[in-house]
């Protein structure tokens, strides 16, 4: 009989994926705000073709995603297991 731990685990694992999926999604939000924002700029065009200064934050949260994607995978695929051979 499974004590549970199995579920908490998937539980977790269903957690980082909702987190995963959020992160994208707001990265992705984020590079199409600061690409509209330097297209609507007049006689700004150096900024846009050399990405200079760097900003660096939508692709820091669309590769957290990524990570937080990877590890509720794991997780899940962990926890199922776990349950479906009835060691937790």
Same mark, same amino acid.
């Given at each position: &009989?499974?004590? /549970? ?9 269903? *957690?980082?994926?909702?987190? +995963?999926? !959020?992160? &994208?999604?707001? /990265? ?9 924002? *330097?297209?609507?700029?007049? +006689?700004? !065009? ?14 820091? *949260? ?5 990570? !937080? ?14 349950? *479906?051979?009835?060691?937790?």
């Amino acid at each position: &009989m499974p004590s /549970g731990d199995s579920f908490m685990l998937m539980g977790v694992g269903g *957690l980082f994926l909702v987190l +995963g999926l !959020a992160l &994208m999604i707001w /990265g992705k939000r984020e590079e199409k705000s600061y690409y509209e924002a *330097l297209a609507r700029r007049p +006689g700004d !065009a150096r900024e846009f073709m050399e990405h200079w200064p760097p900003r660096q934050q939508h692709d820091a *949260l669309k590769a957290g995603g990524w990570i !937080a994607l990877a590890i509720s995978l794991v997780m899940l695929l962990t926890g199922g297991v776990l349950y *479906l051979l009835g060691w937790s």
